[in-house]
């Protein structure tokens, strides 16, 4: 068998093209949506990563004003910015680029921004209601691995999935998604023993450990659907996913590949959340993302 490859920058590209409409409605309505990204340090990655979110905005019709602060910021004065931007009536959304220097608490940085612009999802008021089966603003990869599922016509109800990394960012969230939408779920870690013995019984395997080709081919149940979450620069520098994909592709049924699987649609559902939030603010949820 050789997988069907999800094209995740396609499907990025419908979802900002839908973005694009969105927006153009909402100013039509008098709301130009905003979303406001804030960076500490030069982080060579994040700096790429908050570029390609800025560009995006710009294409989807979404202002997008970018805080660059320097790498010795206090967090006092990180959280002052924050402030300025939860009183900000024009700003709809804020997302702090991770990972913040090490002598910044991210934990208290993240409580800080007034959950209903928290973009990213982040926010414990926002984790407690997706935990709670109510979700609001959900965490944009792990959204992006819903469309991603839906857009290939596979339902998570009475499926199992496997969930390989337990992070707060994916993992969790993630899980908790699956569980919403009917899956029965597994999350493992790195402790968890015979990782093979639990993947293998996975109808969905999710990938989102950050160590490059953990997870290979025998790994997985034929026919399944595997989601790499994973962007690892290998010793090539060439970007590679927690997925062996060549070893895994002959096995599972859809498989996402890195680049372009699962990070392009990371960017997408943040447009997606930032035009949430600023509808929200009319008083709006009908266009709200509720997978
Ligand atoms: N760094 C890596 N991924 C993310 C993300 O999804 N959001 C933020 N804010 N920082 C990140």
Redesign the pocket.
């Known amino acids: 068998m050789s997988a069907q490859i999800i094209d995740g920058k396609a499907l990025a590209a419908t979802v900002q093209s839908e973005c694009a409409t969105r927006a153009q409605t909402l100013r039509a309505r008098g709301l130009t949506p905003s979303l406001a990204v804030v960076i500490v340090g030069e982080d060579p990655?994040?700096q790429v990563?908050v570029r390609n979110k800025i560009r995006a905005c710009e294409a989807a019709g979404i202002i997008s004003t970018h805080h660059c602060l320097a790498a010795d910021t206090s967090e006092g004065e990180l959280l002052r910015v924050i402030e300025d931007l939860n009183r900000a009536a024009p700003v709809h959304g804020i997302?702090?680029?991770?990972?913040l220097p090490k002598h910044i608490n991210s934990h208290k940085v993240?409580e800080a921004i007034a959950p209903e612009k928290d973009v990213?999802g982040?926010h414990r008021e926002n984790a407690g209601l997706l935990a709670q089966g109510n979700p609001r603003l959900v965490?944009?990869?792990p959204a992006g691995v819903m469309r991603m599922l839906a857009s290939i016509g596979v339902s998570p109800w009475a499926q199992h999935a496997v969930i390989v990394g337990a992070s707060n960012?994916?993992g969790k969230p993630m899980a908790l998604l699956l569980l919403r939408a009917g899956a029965t779920v597994t999350i493992c870690n790195s402790k968890t023993r015979d990782l093979a013995h639990h993947t293998r019984q996975a109808d969905i395997l999710v990938a989102a450990v950050g160590k490059p080709k953990y997870l290979n081919g025998e790994m997985v149940k034929p026919g399944a659907v595997v989601i790499d979450v994973g962007i690892n620069r290998g010793s090539d520098g060439k970007l590679v996913g927690d997925v062996d994909f060549e070893s895994a592709r002959t096995v599972a049924a859809h498989i996402t590949p890195v680049p372009g699987g699962v990070g392009p649609m990371?960017i997408a559902m943040?447009l997606s959340n930032t035009l949430d939030a600023a509808a929200a603010t009319l008083g709006d949820s009908s266009g709200a993302q509720r997978s």
Request: charged share 5%; with cysteine.
């Open positions: 990655a994040s990563y997302l702090v680029q991770l990972p993240l990213d982040f965490p944009c990869t960012i994916v990371t943040l």
